[in-house]
């Protein structure tokens, strides 16, 4: 897929967040501490001194949250895409799955506990390589509670003769 031309903020956002997870960026804060340090003395570890460092940090620290929240925000939604495209792909997935992230959170805990009893079928079945979907499981689910009523029906009928 071709890239499109970005805003000046979006190619500044990439650029950073890129730069301050790099060993370059790592090493160039343990400078500024240890620069910082070495310097208390010449300064006599005044109230200036100690505030240069306290509101460099906050700063940074302030604008980090946002580059950091901007960039987990890109990738979780490329993420959620590649996802979406995986279940689309697969014919054994439900594809009401895809966009799920727009659900609430009790939603997704009820979607999630649905999840937990898919994991427990497949830890009963033999076959490892078995698929259960939610739609698949749905019709196991409806399959086995017919075939199981309709064999205690028959089994009350013998009963009854």
């Known amino acids: 897929m071709a890239k499109s031309d970005s805003s000046v903020f979006e190619r500044f956002s990439n650029w950073a967040t890129k730069f301050t997870g790099s060993s370059y960026a790592f090493l160039g804060a343990v400078a500024i501490v240890v620069i910082w340090a070495v310097s208390g003395p010449v300064f006599n570890y005044s109230e200036t001194w100690q505030l ?3 509101t460099g940090t906050t700063i940074i620290t302030f604008l980090m949250v946002f580059l950091i929240q901007k960039s987990q925000n890109k990738d979780s939604k490329a993420i959620q895409i590649k996802l979406n495209e995986l279940i689309a792909a697969n014919e054994k997935a439900s594809n ?51 075939f199981f009523k309709r064999k205690h029906e028959e089994w009350l009928s013998k009963q009854k003769k």
């Not at 427990?120 to 086995?144: G, L, P, T, V």
């Open 52 to 54: 240069v460092i306290n």
């Open 96 to 146: 009401r799955i895809v966009d799920i992230e727009d659900l609430t959170e009790k939603e997704l805990d009820q979607l999630h506990c649905y999840y937990e009893k898919l994991a427990d079928f497949a830890e009963e079945d033999e076959d490892i390589h078995a698929s259960h979907s939610i739609d698949a499981a749905k019709r196991n689910q409806d399959y086995k509670h017919e």
